[in-house]
């Protein structure tokens, strides 16, 4: 009865919170964290009403997008510091049993599955994990890849691996998932596991390694070579936007950094001769573009003070040969312009549906829409449910202060992506 009850009084708490995406007073979201906080504390098994509340909260848009950031940070956080055995049972009810329409409550307890002391065996929550991995919402799917790379757990990896395998076996030419698998392990294992490397050969190295995960994973080296879908030497995936920097400083000249043996074919074209920025980078991606495979799905914009997607609103297109070539003529006219926007760019891109990677390549601080600060609260904002991976690519200057390598690192490393500097 004491259950009934509070979940009662939590239920008529946040009822009395306004339904609206507008700017919320900046303590509305806290105080929903606190009713929730509160109930938790008390019983685990309110953790099941919570959720569901918190999945109205998302459904209805209740709080900016940074007031739900704070909630669900905030409810990933005391789920975790929970110690109940009765969250077990709650957790199995909440993966096993919830439909898909309350996936943002699926991915709380996805991610407060991760704490140590969580009340449940290591195979049983990778293995919640795998069967996310396994179904058909697209956005658990990549949480669920997502978070056996997180964990950094030996047996994730051997989950991983094992999925691999199965996508391997059944999808022939290649498949989203696998693209996306394949990823997750060179994010942990870096060049351990190079991109586009068979389950067999990776397999291999994980043994070698003894299963335990590199301190630092190697991004040195890109893809393997041969004839793959890549961008400036990563596989592409098949959901991916690209955001590719035309402020006025891509007009200067540089040179490509070399990659030992496995260069990309934009830096083995080019060879060592001076060419400018932007005319190094369409190249590739016009490349890129005409690798891309039927089934893949993909957007682009170029951006200097203003973003100028492709196709408006960034929405992934089918890679038919009528939108590649389409895409392809928008890489070749655009023009350089001053400023350089990626905040606006990325906010832009976070949204999309489907979307799994991001690719952001630019040769400047920004200038315009926001600081890097700014950036990475907005990402923050935005990235918490989406789970979009970031990779991005910088020429570096030689003048300190004009390119902000630190930033463009951080912001990959903070979103499961890694950074390459293009230029020596």
Not at 269 to 289: D, F, N, Q, W
Not at 333 to 356: C, H, M, Q, S, Y
Request: glycine residues 8%; hydrophobic residues 45%; aromatic residues 8%.
């Amino acid at each position: 009865m004491r259950s009934a009850y509070l979940a009662a009084l939590a239920a008529g708490a946040l009822a009395a919170l306004p339904l609206t995406a507008a700017e919320p007073k900046s303590d509305e979201a806290a105080n929903a964290l606190a009713v929730f906080e509160r109930l938790l504390e008390r019983r685990a098994a309110n953790a099941g009403e919570v959720l569901r509340q918190y999945a109205a909260i998302e459904a209805g848009l209740r709080f900016d997008a940074g007031g739900r950031a704070r909630l669900h940070a905030g409810l990933v956080a005391a789920l975790r510091k929970l110690e109940d055995p009765a969250l077990a049972s709650t957790a199995e009810t909440v993966l096993n049993s919830w439909g898909n329409s309350q996936w943002p409550a699926k991915v709380v307890m996805l991610k407060a599955m991760l704490a140590s002391k969580f009340p449940m065996t290591r195979e049983k929550r990778v293995a919640h994990f795998v069967a996310m991995a396994r179904g058909s919402h697209f956005r658990l799917s990549i949480w669920g890849l997502r978070l056996l790379g997180d964990s950094r757990w030996p047996e994730a990896i051997d989950a991983l691996l094992e999925l691999l395998k199965a996508e391997e076996a059944k999808a022939g030419g290649g498949s989203v998932i696998l693209t996306i698998i394949g990823a997750e392990l060179y994010r942990v294992l870096g060049a351990e596991a190079p991109q586009g490397a068979t389950s067999a050969r990776i397999e291999h190295n994980w043994k070698k390694l003894g299963r335990k995960l590199p301190g630092k994973a190697d991004y040195s080296l890109p893809a393997e070579s041969g004839p793959t879908v890549s961008f400036f030497g990563d596989l592409i995936s098949p959901r991916a936007v690209f955001l590719i920097d035309v402020s006025s400083s891509m007009r200067q000249e540089t040179t490509l950094a070399p990659r030992g043996s496995r260069r990309s074919v934009a830096a083995a074209e080019t060879g060592e001769r001076r060419e400018r920025k932007v005319a190094i980078v369409k190249r590739e991606l016009e490349r890129c573009l005409g690798q891309l495979q039927a089934w893949y799905k993909f957007n682009l914009a170029g951006y200097h003070a203003k973003v100028l997607p492709w196709r408006r609103g960034l929405a992934l297109e089918s890679a038919s040969s009528a939108n590649i070539d389409s895409a392809k003529r928008y890489a070749r006219d655009l023009e350089t312009d001053r400023g350089t926007n990626i905040f606006d760019a990325v906010k832009l891109a976070l949204p999309v549906d489907e979307l799994d990677t991001i690719y952001l390549l630019s040769d400047g601080a920004p200038s315009v829409g926001g600081n890097p600060a700014a950036i990475e609260r907005m990402v923050g904002d935005f990235n918490y449910l989406v789970g979009a991976r970031i990779i991005t690519y910088g020429f570096a200057a030689a003048d300190r202060g004009i390119y902000d390598e630190a930033f463009m690192q951080r912001l990959a490393s903070e979103n499961r992506g890694w950074y390459r500097r293009l230029n020596k």
